[in-house]
């Protein structure tokens, strides 16, 4: 059940983040401006998906000490965080693009620490799939401290980076999910 879940997660999130870089590559000027009812809401939706998939995830036997239980405290705090700053973009329609683009590279500086935190445990659990988080992790940092030192008037450049952003997390989903899609294809004919 909680693999499943985490599939979907991960291929509900690509498809969202890719619908948003289409928007920042289609509506560079207009993007930020635009990006309180659009990422507001996608952020927000994905947020509690992730929650979501925390509160299914506590449903499991505690016996399982899985990668996955380890690190869902992270889930929880991220699909928090990630709920909360999609409401407030949604709820301030007419927010200035300052607020939202500060408000992006706080969460995105946030995602990259959480990201980098996670890459460590997979490290210590073996998995192979630590290096992709530990990069996710650190284009995250990056994106978050470019967003703060862009001037304010830099919307073209700023939205421009942020859709580059977005296409390369989408594609993490992606691959993210083929991940878990393979595993739990081969742990089904495996038996």
């Known amino acids: 059940m ?3 879940m985490n599939q979907w997660v991960a291929l509900l999130s690509a498809v969202g983040l890719t619908m948003l870089a289409i928007h920042f ?5 207009q993007a930020f401006h635009q990006l309180g009812i ?3 809401a996608a ?3 994905i947020g ?3 929650l979501a998939s925390f509160f299914l995830s506590r449903r499991k036997p505690k016996t399982e000490e899985s990668r996955q239980a380890k690190t869902s405290w992270l889930s929880a705090a991220t699909g928090t965080a990630t709920a909360l700053i999609g409401i407030i973009l949604m709820s301030n329609t007419g927010i200035l693009v300052f607020a939202v683009q500060t408000l992006f590279a706080l969460w995105a500086v946030f995602l990259g620490i959480i990201k980098i935190i ?5 490290k210590l659990d073996e998995e192979p799939t630590w290096t992709i988080e530990l990069a996710l ?4 940092l990056g994106l978050g401290a470019v967003l703060f030192l862009l001037d304010r008037e830099a919307v073209f450049l700023s939205a ?6 977005l296409s390369v997390y989408s594609i993490y989903c992606y691959v993210d999910f083929g991940i878990q899609f393979s595993r739990e294809w081969k742990e089904r004919h495996k038996k």
């Open 48 to 50: 509690l998906i992730q």
């Open 160 to 165: 421009v980076i942020t859709g580059i952003y």
């Open 25 to 29: 590559f289609s509506r560079p000027q």
């Open 137 to 140: 992790g650190l284009l995250s």
């Open 43 to 45: 952020i927000a939706v």
């Open 118 to 122: 996670i890459s460590i445990q997979y």
């Open 2 to 4: 909680l693999t499943k």
């Open 38 to 40: 659009v990422l507001g």
